[in-house]
């Protein structure tokens, strides 16, 4: 083989290896998926409701809602969720004030718990009066609603405060709303 020819075919082997390369990655290298703590909700809107302080879901002031259901009085569990959500919030730095914690009671929250929790806005509807869409997710844990009104991620009743944070903050780093 002549050496004009050996470059040639060296040539469209160099060009044709990253297109090659690219086919056999997609067709036979399949991703390990997301590494996200919480689950991934199907992108679909809520059940609007009207939360006290909070802008219209069409303003660009719209915020990102983290919200929790607490049918019974506020025990133990009840405020280590609080602390959860308080920290993880906290932990986002400039980026807090883009979330906000609702939480959803029959009842008001004892004094020591809203004191410790002054961000939190407590809505107090009975658990009958929260929309089926709503429910159906907080009774499982935190609900992550977008600006938009749309469900995105559901974390545990007992989240990890660090992958709830690093969740968190990937999230608000990709997103250009709220």
Known sequence: MKSTN??????????AAPFVSAWIAYYFVKPSGGNSYGELLPTRPLTQVTIPG??????????WR???????????????LLYSTRQARTMLGRDKDRVLRVVVANDKLPAD???????V??????????????R????????????IGNQVILWSR????????NDLARLLRASRIG
Do not use: Y
């Not at 718990?113 to 961000?119: I, R, S």
């Not at 806005?121 to 709503?134: C, E, F, N, R, Y």
């Not at 159906?136 to 600006?147: E, H, T, W």
């Open 158 to 165: 007992s989240p990890d405060i660090k992958k709830l944070h």
């Open 66 to 80: 983290m919200v929790l259901m607490f049918p019974d009085a506020c025990g133990k569990p009840c405020e280590d």
């Open 113 to 119: 718990v809203t004191a410790a929790n002054p961000d």
């Open 54 to 63: 909070e802008t219209t879901p069409e303003s660009p002031k719209a915020k």
């Open 6 to 15: 050996k470059m040639i075919l060296l040539v469209a082997v160099v060009c």
């Open 136 to 147: 159906a997710q907080l009774d499982r844990g935190v609900l992550l609603i977008d600006p």
């Open 121 to 134: 806005i407590v809505l107090p509807t009975g658990a009958s009066q929260v929309p089926t869409d709503w």
